[in-house]
């Protein structure tokens, strides 16, 4: 199964931007600690980052028939994006919405996410860590998937 992770605004800039609250890792290098855990564990995965809402929107759109799940760093489009809240909204596949900071110990308009209430769940906080979370949460969610489907063709063999 395939997860996409959707990286927003100035998450490029990892690494080099406020580092006393993202840190000194880089966007490359969470990535690939990532793609290590995803090939251990026989998923598959592919990573995009934009700076652009509507490049975002499409991108989840096209994990329509392509992917089955999403893990998504909004940045601060978390707190302002109704449309990016609809495009999830429509394609209804699993989402985990991702923060390195803990958006509920910093300034009030980052305390607002739009995007949560469409969501599978929320991880914020553990810095780099929050991808690793992610994706273990995502892999548990795709084993809850298969099972489902597994029993539905074992109930239903012509389908
Ligand atoms: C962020 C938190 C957002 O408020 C901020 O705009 C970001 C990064 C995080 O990962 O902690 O760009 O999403």
Do not use: W
């Not at 600690?33 to 026989?42: E, S």
């Amino acid at each position: 199964m395939k997860v996409m992770v959707i990286q927003g605004p100035n998450l490029n800039m990892l690494g080099i931007r406020e580092q006393q609250i993202y840190g000194p890792m880089k966007l490359e290098d969470i990535h690939r600690q990532m793609k290590a855990f995803a090939d251990a564990n026989g998923m598959e995965i592919e990573f995009f980052q934009s700076n652009y809402e509507g490049e975002i929107i499409d991108k989840i759109q096209e994990c329509l028939g392509d992917a089955d799940g999403i893990i998504l760093n909004a940045g601060a489009y978390t707190h302002t994006s109704i449309a990016i809240r609809d495009a999830i909204a429509a394609v209804q596949l699993p989402t985990i919405e991702v923060h390195l900071s803990n958006i509920y110990r910093r300034e009030k308009f980052r305390q607002k996410s739009m995007i949560a209430p469409v969501c599978a769940g929320v991880i914020t906080g553990f810095g780099p860590f929050s991808y690793h979370l992610a994706l273990v949460s995502m892999h548990q969610i795709f084993q809850e998937m298969q099972a489902i489907k597994a029993q539905q063709q074992a109930q239903n063999p012509q389908s």
